[in-house]
């Protein structure tokens, strides 16, 4: 509207500044006429310049020349006091007038003819339209302040109309982005406004009824199928562990049994992935927190990581082990963060063919950090980023099984936990993943 306003107002001073110029142009027109008559009848020059003087007011500056054009007309002699190109003057003479405006000083050109064959006149008159250029300059003053007025009328009465149309709207952004996956039972409140809101707001509570029951369908299935595939794998690996104490040494079906429990160990793991990565959001907010040390939590990772495969050589460092114990503990959910880095473990022994995985503990004021260092194929630099993406696996995997959930998986709940992995890798050499907590010693501290 500011635009459309700007363009009115500059075609209105366009408009009314070329009238007015070409009112004082005819009035020169006008007084040039006069002139022109009263030099060609001599007689009445008095005459004339009597009814000039009386009709039209006295210009500002206002001068006259007075031109006397013989038959030969090409060769004229023209003023050089005023700025004017020969042009102006055979306009004038081809056309009978001509105009022209230079800095501030209005030109008229009239030619006349003598009708008695003695020499025709080129009266040139000149002056300054005063009242014109005060004229121009109030008007364009008036119009720039009620451009200005009307700019601030429209601001204001936008930001208040928008107020009241969009209010409703920004209260419905705002409490749609404040639900998430554990208060979807939350529903917009129905206010008073237009009935297109009012149908909006009734739609979105729909949507947010259907989310809520296809949620918890969700939820219900995960929780079923948790218990449903747990349960039978359970009991093989039990009946195998037993069968197996059992068997005497050496026994040609103990290999069997051993592979057997080691499988479904694997199995057992690959469905926790799969299940904590469906409900990874879920257990964010569930209980399940406690206060532990981190050397004893990877004593447990080194035995789940042990029952899955025991030809697996995980090699445990303690070097950086702190003298301030305190410094060890972290607040975790204990079955989540032993998921996360039995996963960084796993893909260390799988990328690497089995070869040795080395697992660092370093304890460092506020932090707290484990380093997995393998010697297995390693991770390309422009891929470093996109390993933690739920199903994504590198350029130079497809040799090795997998699905692509693991580190996704354990980036969330590391997450989940404040922490942080980073990468470093060189292709071919190996990688280490670096994983950051945030030590309880810090916040004992402040």
Not at 222 to 251: C, D, F, K, Y
Request: hydrophobic share 40%; charged share 20%; aromatic share 8%.
């Amino acid at each position: 509207m500011a635009l459309i306003l700007l363009g009115i107002n500059l075609v209105m001073y366009s408009m009314s500044s070329g009238y007015r110029q070409h009112n004082f142009f005819l009035s020169l027109e006008n007084s040039s006429t006069i002139v022109a008559s009263a030099v060609l009848q001599k007689e009445k020059a008095d005459d004339y310049y009597a009814v000039k003087n009386s009709i039209f007011q006295h210009l500002v500056d206002e001068e006259e020349y007075i031109l006397r054009i013989g038959q030969d007309k090409n060769n004229i002699d023209f003023p050089a006091s005023l700025p004017l190109h020969e042009s102006f003057y055979l306009e004038a003479i081809n056309h009978g007038r001509a105009r022209y405006y230079n800095n501030g000083v209005h030109y008229v050109g009239l030619f006349k003819k003598h009708v008695a064959g003695e020499d025709d006149i080129l009266v040139i008159s000149s002056a300054r339209d005063v009242e014109g250029d005060a004229y121009r300059k109030r008007l364009k003053t008036t119009l720039a302040l009620a451009f200005l007025a009307a700019v601030v009328v429209m601001t204001i009465t936008t930001i208040f109309f928008s107020k009241r149309l969009f209010g409703p709207m920004v209260k419905i952004m705002k409490k749609v982005n404040s639900i998430n996956a554990f208060n979807l039972n939350d529903r917009l409140e129905k206010e008073h406004s237009l009935d297109e809101i009012s149908e909006l707001q009734d739609t979105l509570n729909e949507m947010l009824q259907r989310i809520e029951t296809a949620f918890q369908s969700q939820q219900d299935y995960v929780s079923n199928i948790s218990h449903s595939l747990r349960t039978p794998l359970t009991i093989i690996a039990g009946e195998a562990e037993i069968a197996l104490s059992q068997l005497q040494q050496g026994h040609k079906a103990a290999y069997s049994l051993q592979m057997i429990m080691q499988e479904t160990e694997k199995l057992k793991h690959i469905i926790n992935i799969l299940l904590e990565l469906a409900r990874s959001e879920q257990n964010m907010q569930a209980n399940g927190w406690s206060v532990l040390r981190m050397d004893e939590l990877l004593e447990s990772v080194k035995e789940v990581i042990y029952k899955m495969d025991s030809s697996y050589k995980l090699k445990l460092d303690y070097s950086n082990f702190p003298e301030n114990d305190a410094m060890l503990y972290i607040n975790c959910n204990v079955h989540l963060l032993t998921l996360a880095i039995c996963n960084i473990i796993l893909n260390g022994f799988k990328y690497s063919d089995n070869q040795d995985v080395k697992l660092k503990l370093i304890a460092a004021g506020n932090e707290i950090k484990l380093l997995v260092t393998d010697s297995g194929i390693g991770i390309d630099p422009s891929e470093q980023d996109k390993i933690f993406d739920p199903y994504y696996r590198g350029s130079n995997t497809s040799n090795y099984e997998g699905f692509g959930v693991g580190l996704p998986l354990a980036m969330k709940i590391i997450k989940m936990h404040k922490g942080a992995i980073l990468v470093n890798s060189i292709v071919g050499q190996g990688t280490t993943m670096e994983v950051v907590l945030p030590s309880l010693y810090a916040e004992q501290l402040v």
